[in-house]
């Protein structure tokens, strides 16, 4: 078997094993798919370093017309893709195990999370639209079950992830027929469209829809927070966080770079960077008021897709090579937001902001790694999230899209607010007293966000190895950013950043803040004191401020017209999915009325229906 | 051409009282109505005037038959449209007795749970 | 093979009645006499897919005297669908059919369907094809009322009164082509109207006929009776209904008649294809707001159909490129056999649901995936297939009609395809999502698998929805050419008449 092929075979053959392990034994199924999840990142690190490779074989020819090839390419971009799908798959299988140690879930997990290793490397690899189509949606069909192993209300949540994701599945498959009709041929590689005529411009914007819904950006992200509550931390840390958004803008990138080649300034590129400019604020305002920490986290999943999509939608090489830098981030820093929520939720039986408080001490590595995770969410230098916007804000200066540079930076400010609030709430503030004996999550569960927690760090203060390695190569015209010794710099402007002075300067304020601190105001800067209310001494424990209270402002305190979509950030007023429910119900209930039961009614039709094909036929023939 | 304009004058008798009926019992009348306008359809597309029954008789020249003799095909046709026609009935009549058990009613109107 | 091919109606019709006889002797011999037959029909017709296509005369008559039957590629996947799937319905109707009395009955009645069905596929002879349909057809009104309860009745009757005017319809169109062709087998006819030409007589039977027809295959505005017939009837001849009689009755008659008889027009094209895309749209709209797990299903058939019908039309079209109109009718036969496999996978699932819990609504039903994981499971592959999720089988012929509509510069129709396989996707995520996962009610917390003989039919059905996608090399290019070339080839089949 071609070592392409073998990549997608044998963890789509391996899946069917854990299907006939008991419940019981979950875990042998659980480290039964690790090494095969390991067997996998050791190939595609192999092939990562064994340069581009192609395999093709002509299947079968459908109807006698349509020639079905099932085409494979691995080039650079591709194997970085695929070799980063690879070490999620590894880190979310091995957290699954300690994650789902307890709960009554089938091995038939383990199962789903192989077959989604084997479709998602069949998406990176594919050369032919159609091969990549079937794998997309098998990755969507799969998202589904897996999302329909959660907890309550996961039926609802699995439902409209389906939904929309099959809306945008649609949409690739009549902008890759489309393609097919004009052009004929449906190899990547081998197709090259200007996006001139009406024909194209609707096949990018189909193409474009599918991408985007993928990972989860504006205005199809809405299955994205409706799942996190219910859906297990693990699937959520694997599938939204990381995987999705690695092959929407995988795919997006193709299809915009390659495939479409749009160009700096055109509609298409505006357009895309509208949706980004958009997807950036409205999510993040949204994250800012949620209550619940994996609802949060994942508007922040999809406000983050916005920098991506702007980057890459850009058609300017910096700005790309940041959007493609930061879909690499968000996924390491992501999936490292929703393994630590997964962390609180297993010792704390909820993920309600409210309800916690105090963790630090309890989850000590679960908060470093958090914290780490949410400053690079943030875009707080150091860390890889700076990194990526900082190339992401260069571009739009070089472009001189001040109005979306403004968008970036306000978006990336909104989201060091609610992550403060996420800190606060989970991890500093008061103890309630029923967690005094949470512990500390296994290790085998540590070891994951640990891994993304240094990759966070080490991406950001050696920020010009990972471009250098993985992403300059994959972008035409990425080698106008200069990562000479050290520095990260772009060659026509001047925009300059040097990670290793830079985190060298901040170590030494940190160090001065320490001295500081340990010299002057040292000692009880907190004191309990119970509260004194009408006479009466209140318990702190009935009392407790809730860190989520201070950001009521900003649903109580802005213009109607923000009132109202962060009302319906609850109930999905403005939500396409519910809009368009609503009147196809409409519809529906028409159609419903029209067939009354009487038989008359259906007699009537019949005459009717007849009399209009014999006039059609007799007198239009 | 007489005759078939008033088989179609039966057909769309048949047709208003299947439509237009609301009583089950007429409206299976209807429906026998335009079976019986489609036989005498039939009949007549098979008939010629002055015609002998297709029974070809020892003495009797080939020629002669074929000049004057009735197309025999749709008088078979006929028959085992009435046949059918009869199982159908048959059929019809017996549900409909037993949906009168079940509804007490004969009104097709009201027999409409299965709606929507 | 050649010389037993008429025993495809002779063995159902003669066991029919044999079974009620020897009912009087033995009570039990009758699950025994229909699961024999239907597996000797099923071997049969499996083989004849191997057979190259011949003309049989009944009797020794030659055409255009006797009654001729022809076996070509379409008759031969026809009858391959209409007995292989019998075969499980009756599998399944072995444990299901013990909750109702007079199972013998139940069963003659079924054999007399499945002697209509292969009557109507094998014939070649316009009015044999009637009486064949008529015989499918009452047996079939009587299977729907086979529950004699209020539903049950009411949908028959429907049906009934319905389907009779179709009927009607029919047999008025085939008396108007014989007085004008003097002939009522099928390949003699067709090279009549070669020569009397399209006129506006013939023009009206192909009104009647789409009409007689459409009703039977239950395309939109003639639908109306299959919402209510097909739910109402046992899970088994649900099964048999919206998997294969539509098919034989409707479908087939349509494409015989159209493509072998009358020829490609570019008139007729046109309405099939509208007729297509509104039974499509307006199907799948309705099938949406459905609480009836079946009533959903049966709602799905019509727009299922409508997806068969719109590539019949566009195979017919004469103004489109040849390879185009042929890759529309690919498409389209290869989506009959996969519905036929999806579909009634997904109403026997229905049945072993109402078997163990005791309720259509889906409403009432959840989490059934875990007290039921095989029923769960073929329902859920069944599902995706028909929702058009790859790698099964919906998807691959969904696929087909989509570019061939695109192909042809039908944008709009190739949208809405693409758009209704959207909608139908809605509709069975909903019905999985309501009967497979959620909250299990504590009703049903006891609810078992369903029996052995009922577990069967549903994993062969889920096993062919995913075959039939992933196998295409093994069929498509011998079965589905071999069926879509008979249909094309006028000329070869007007060359029956000689008969072999």
Known sequence: ?????????????????????????????????????????????????????????????????LPFVFGLRLYHFSAFVLLFVAIFAVLSILYSIGYLWSKDKPSLYYSFMLWTISAAAGVVLADNLLILLIFWEILTALLFFLTNMGEKGHEKSAA??????????????????????????????????????????????????????????????????????????????FLPASLDKLLGIYFLARISLDIFAIRAGSGLSLMMMIVGAATIIFAVLMALVQHNLKKLLSFHAVSQVGYMVMGVGSGIPIAIVGGLFHMLNNAIYKSGLFLGAGAVEKRAGTTELDQLGGFARLMPVTFITMAIAALSISGIPPMNGFASKWLIYQGMLEGRHIVFLVVAIFGSALTLASFVKVIHSVFLGRRPERFAAVKEVDFSMQLPMIF????????????????????????????????????????????????GAATALIVVGIILGLLVYAFTGRGAYRTDENVWIGGNVMDNEEIRVPGTHFYKTVTDDLGPAVKTLFADGDKGAADGYNIIGRMGNGVVQLLRAIHNGNLSTYLAWIVIGLGILAFMLIFKL | MI????????????????????????????????????????????????????????????????????????????????????????????????????????NMSEINRLKG | MQGLYPLFT????????????????????????????????????????FEAPFSYRVGGWSAPWGILLVSDGMSALMLTLINVVSLLAIVYSLSYMTAYTAKPKYYSLFLLMIAGMNGVVMTGDLFNLFVFLEIASIASYALVGFGTEHEELEASFKYLILGTVASTAILFGIAFLYSMTGTLNLPDMARQLEIVGINRAVAFVIALFIMGFGLKASTVPFHAWLPDAHPSAPAPISAMLSGVLIKALGVYTIARIMFNVIGPNGMVSSLLMFLGALSMVVGVLLALGQSDFKRMLAYSSISQIGYITMG????????????????????????????????????????????????????????????????GAACSIASLSIAGVPPFNGFWSKLVIIMAFMQAGYYVYGSVAVLVALMTLMTFIKLQSSVLFGQLPARFAAVKEAPVAMVVPLVILAMLCIGLGIAYPLFGESVLQAARDSLLDKLAYMGYIIGG
């Open chain 1, 452 to 499: 993304l927690a240094i990759l966070c760090v080490l991406f950001g203060i050696f920020a010009q190895y990972p471009l250098e390695r993985f992403i300059i190569p994959s972008v035409s015209g990425g080698e106008l950013v200069n990562i000479s010794m050290g520095n990260i710099a772009t060659v026509p402007t001047d925009g300059f950043w040097s990670p």
């Open chain 3, 10 to 49: 002779a063995i159902p019709l003669a066991a029919a009645f044999l079974n009620l006889l020897v009912t009087k002797v033995n009570k039990k011999a009758a699950d025994y006499i229909a699961f024999v037959v239907a597996a000797v029909l099923a071997v049969m017709a499996v083989r004849m897919l």
């Open chain 1, 160 to 237: 409209k992830a389906f939904t929309v994701l099959g809306l945008s599945d649609a949409a690739m498959l009549l902008g890759i027929v489309l393609l097919w009709v004009t052009k004929g041929t449906l190899t990547m590689s081998g197709l090259s469209v200007s996006a001139g005529d009406p024909f194209s411009v609707a096949a990018f914007i189909l193409l474009f829809v599918g991408a985007i819904a993928k990972a989860g950006a504006m205005p199809f992200h809405s299955w994205v927070p409706e799942m996190a509550v219910s859906t297990p931390a693990s699937i959520m840390a």
């Open chain 2, 3 to 106: 005759l078939y304009f008033l088989t179609l004058v039966l057909f769309v008798m048949g047709v208003y009282c299947l439509i237009a009926k609301k009583n089950i019992v007429k409206k299976i009348i209807g429906l026998v109505i335009i079976d019986y306008a489609i036989n005498l359809f039939i009949i007549l597309i098979g008939y010629r005037r002055d015609g002998v029954a297709p029974i070809l008789f020892k003495d009797m020249p080939m020629e002669e038959f074929a000049r004057h003799s009735v197309d025999p095909l749709p008088q078979a046709l006929v028959l085992t449209s009435i046949v059918i026609g009869l199982g159908v009935l048959a059929l019809q009549v017996a549900i409909c007795l037993r949906l009168y058990e079940k509804y007490k009613t004969f």
């Open chain 3, 312 to 375: 019949f039309g566009l195979g017919l079209n004469p103004a489109v490129p040849p390879a185009v109109a042929a890759l529309g009718l690919f498409g389209a036969l290869y989506h009959l056999i996969n519905h036929a496999a999806f579909k009634s996978c997904l109403f026997l699932c229905s049945g072993a649901f109402e078997y163990r819990t005791g309720t259509r609504n889906r409403f009432e039903m959840g989490g059934l995936m875990r007290r039921m994981p095989v029923t």
């Open chain 1, 1 to 65: 078997m071609h070592e392409l092929l073998s990549i997608i075979i044998v963890p789509a053959v391996a899946g069917i094993v854990p299907i006939f392990v008991p419940r019981r034994w979950k875990v042998v199924a659980g480290v039964y798919s690790l090494a095969v999840a390991a067997w996998v990142l050791l190939r595609s690190v192999a092939l990562y370093g064994g340069g581009d490779a192609a395999w093709a074989k002509f299947l079968f020819n459908l109807g006698g017309q």
